[in-house]
């Protein structure tokens, strides 16, 4: 079936890193891909998403590109914020339901 | 516009009690969907409900686990005689009835412990 890999936690950044975010993705077709966020305490918001090959979603600063050759979509960020400190979830949509990958928990140290 | 909300945010049953968790969609949606989250795991789908239907329970544990979304009023996700491993966060979404792309907005979730 689907399924969603991406890359274990925590990682731990010092603030202005570049952060990459690997997600590797299993599915028949073209389905569309997202990246959630879960602040401490908080439910999952939508950080960004694309719904094509070759579509690049973007959103405060963070970019992930859809690659349908290497079935992937890892996210980035240029320099990264301790405001950024979360559990980022790479997920993709199939039929009524998303299927999530396990999360990747982030940590930026002032 | 409230987002989607979700009562209570903290429950603590202990086992063999029934636990209710409720979902409000957000306004103008029609859909409504159930996902569980499990301790350093990440959120499994349960659940896809219209208005009065169960459009999809591919997700639901076989017993013990029901789950309605009636013409007035919330979303119930109602967990039976309740066990420690029923213990984990559970999220409602909800979305449109045109959602493009299956985009779903999220609650801020309940937390079940089970003692």
């Known amino acids: 079936g689907d399924s969603v890999t991406q890359m274990e936690g925590p990682v731990t950044l010092s603030e202005e890193a570049f952060l990459t975010i690997n997600c590797t993705y299993t599915?028949?077709?073209?389905?569309?891909l997202f990246w959630y966020v879960q602040y401490p305490g908080e439910g999952l918001q939508l950080l960004l998403k694309?719904?094509?090959?070759?579509d690049k979603g973007s959103n405060k600063g963070f970019e992930a590109t859809y690659r349908k050759e290497t079935t992937s979509f890892h996210l980035e960020k240029g320099s990264v914020q301790v405001s950024d400190s979360a559990v980022y979830f790479c997920?993709?949509?199939?039929?009524?339901?998303?299927?999530f990958g396990k999360g990747t928990r982030l940590h930026i140290l002032p | 516009n409230a987002g989607v909300m979700q009562n209570p945010r903290h429950l603590v049953r202990r086992r063999g009690q029934e636990a209710r968790l409720r979902c409000s969609p957000m306004?103008?949606?029609?859909?409504v969907y159930w996902y569980r989250q499990l301790p350093e795991e990440g959120l499994k789908f349960m659940v896809y409900?219209?208005?009065?239907?169960?459009?999809?329970e591919s997700g639901m544990p076989k017993e013990r686990f029901s789950a309605e979304f009636p013409k007035e009023g919330p979303s119930i996700l109602r967990i039976q005689q309740v066990v420690r491993g029923d213990s984990a966060a559970y999220f409602c979404?909800?979305?449109?009835?045109?959602?493009?792309?299956?985009?779903?907005?999220f609650g801020p979730g309940t937390r079940l412990t089970v003692l």
């Open positions: 979404a909800s979305s449109p009835p045109s959602a493009r792309y299956n985009e779903q907005f």
């Open positions: 599915a028949t077709g073209y389905p569309s």
């Open positions: 694309a719904t094509k090959a070759d």
């Open positions: 997920a993709l949509n199939r039929d009524d339901k998303i299927i």
């Open positions: 306004k103008g949606h029609s859909h």
């Open positions: 409900l219209q208005k009065e239907n169960i459009i999809d």
